[in-house]
């Protein structure tokens, strides 16, 4: 994609456009060959329940995403974005060494039914905030240096505020199809985990991104600094956690 934007020929954007399908193509396909494995091995469940298999849907929710907003922002930066954070999380699940990538049961809090829909509204909430933050950082550049190659500003801004708006909506379900989890596997909707303190706070972050854009009308560099923020929160919540706090979450 970046051929694309030192040559500027249409030709290579549709070239890369076509690759990014294929890539997800068979990204889906491996995620659903592993989840054939995983029956196969007598420990059937969807490739979901791991840290390894999250970072590697992640990394699916940020290609989807971006094909999906790409109908509405036609411009490869959104692209580069996508595929940046995409390709780093996929290369440190597949060649870090304390990722463990293999096929393991089942823990008895994991074996419900509301592990799919849980995990995959959180992980496409937080693909649309990574194109979120990557349109904010984009935002700042162009309004301070003011690159003739980035999109126009109002386009940065508008990506954010509808990458967030979608985003919002998956994470409040993400937190209710938790919170219903929690209830069947702990006996209790909410404990205040560290996982579900930060789930809670990055929720507060975007909801006030949300009511100071549509109550208040701000625009441009505030409500990218909220968006930086807010992702900083994302990972917190998505990596931090796991590290340095633990919990009833810690086995993601």
């Given at each position: 994609m970046l051929l694309c934007v030192a040559?500027?020929?249409?030709?290579?954007?549709?070239g890369t456009l076509s690759l990014a399908v294929i890539g997800l193509a068979v990204h889906t396909v491996s995620i659903a060959w592993r989840w054939i494995l995983s029956y196969r091995m007598g420990v059937g469940h969807a490739p979901l329940a791991n840290f390894y298999e999250s970072l590697v849907f992640f990394s699916w929710s940020i290609?989807?995403?971006?094909?999906?907003?790409?109908?509405?922002?036609?411009?490869?930066?959104?692209?580069?974005?996508?595929?940046?954070?995409?390709?780093?999380?996929?290369?440190?699940?597949?060649?870090?060494g304390g990722v463990d990538a293999a096929i393991k049961p089942l823990i008895p809090a994991l074996k419900s039914n509301w592990l799919i829909s849980h995990v995959v509204s959180s992980f496409l909430a937080y693909a649309c905030f990574t194109l979120a933050f990557?349109?904010?950082?984009?935002?700042?550049?162009?309004?301070?240096?003011?690159?003739?190659?980035?999109?126009?500003?109002?386009?940065?801004?508008?990506?954010?505020?509808?990458?967030i708006s979608v985003g919002f909506i998956m994470l409040t379900l993400g937190i209710i199809t938790g919170a219903v989890w929690a209830d069947?596997?702990?006996?209790?909707?909410?404990?205040?985990?560290?996982?579900?303190?930060?789930?809670?706070?990055?929720?507060?972050?975007?909801g006030a991104f949300l009511h100071v854009h549509l109550a208040r009308g701000w625009r441009g560099t505030k409500l990218s600094l909220i968006s930086i923020i807010g992702f900083t929160a994302v990972l917190f919540t998505y990596l931090g956690v796991n590290y340095l706090l633990a919990g009833l979450h810690s086995y993601l």
């Open positions: 040559f500027k020929k249409e030709s290579l954007e549709k290609m989807f995403v971006y094909l999906i907003a790409r109908r509405r922002y036609a411009n490869v930066f959104i692209g580069i974005i996508s595929v940046f954070f995409a390709f780093i999380i996929l290369a440190y699940a597949s060649l870090s990557g349109s904010s950082i984009l935002y700042l550049v162009k309004i301070r240096f003011r690159p003739v190659i980035l999109p126009d500003a109002a386009m940065l801004d508008d990506i954010t505020y509808r990458m069947t596997a702990w006996g209790r909707y909410w404990g205040w985990d560290p996982k579900e303190t930060w789930s809670f706070i990055t929720w507060l972050i975007y």
